[in-house]
């Protein structure tokens, strides 16, 4: 939950100009097509040398002040992520949830996902929503010094 409201959050979450200051991993965007963020648009994004290289991210769904369903595309998984916005009072309650499959898959896959992929995915995540929470919030100061 962050101070601020659902259309500052949406402004700032689609803004793909700042997502290098809190998408975990993310190095640089690489391309924006389309009517971001509506529905058959499409980023491409590239991470830093450990991450997980080119991803793809097409718009499936966009809701405006509720939230935006985007297929996500790497080199290792495929999956929909979900964002939605929800306001609480004077703060907006931002969820960010990521379903996948993973690409190449072994017998050994399903273990090594529950032990490892699956915790890396979360903190990921957590990571990406802690960063945009700090970067909402400075965004806001912005805003009130201009």
């Known amino acids: 939950m962050f101070s601020g409201s659902v259309e500052e959050?949406?402004?700032?979450?689609?803004?793909?100009?700042?997502?290098?200051?809190?998408?975990d991993g993310l190095?640089?965007?690489?391309?924006?097509?389309g009517d971001?963020?509506?529905?058959?648009?499409?980023?491409?994004?590239?991470?830093?040398?450990?991450?997980?290289?080119r991803v793809r991210e097409r718009v499936l769904e966009h809701e405006p002040l509720a939230g935006q369903t985007v297929e996500v595309q790497d080199d290792s998984?495929?999956?929909?992520?979900?964002?939605?916005?929800?306001?609480?009072?004077d703060r907006v309650q931002v969820?960010?949830?990521?379903?996948?499959?993973?690409?190449?898959?072994?017998?050994?896959?399903?273990?090594?996902d529950a032990l490892f992929i699956r915790r890396a995915i979360a903190a990921s995540l957590r990571s990406t929503l802690a960063r945009f929470g700090a970067e909402l919030a400075s965004a806001r100061?912005?805003?009130r010094v201009a």
């Open 141 to 143: 100061a912005d805003r």
């Open 27 to 33: 190095e640089r965007v690489s391309a924006v097509e």
């Open 77 to 89: 998984i495929r999956g929909r992520q979900r964002v939605t916005f929800t306001a609480r009072g």
């Open 36 to 53: 971001w963020p509506r529905a058959g648009a499409e980023v491409r994004w590239e991470s830093g040398p450990a991450g997980r290289g």
């Open 9 to 23: 959050a949406e402004a700032s979450w689609y803004d793909t100009g700042r997502w290098h200051a809190w998408v």
């Open 95 to 112: 969820e960010l949830t990521l379903e996948y499959r993973l690409e190449r898959r072994t017998l050994l896959t399903p273990l090594l």
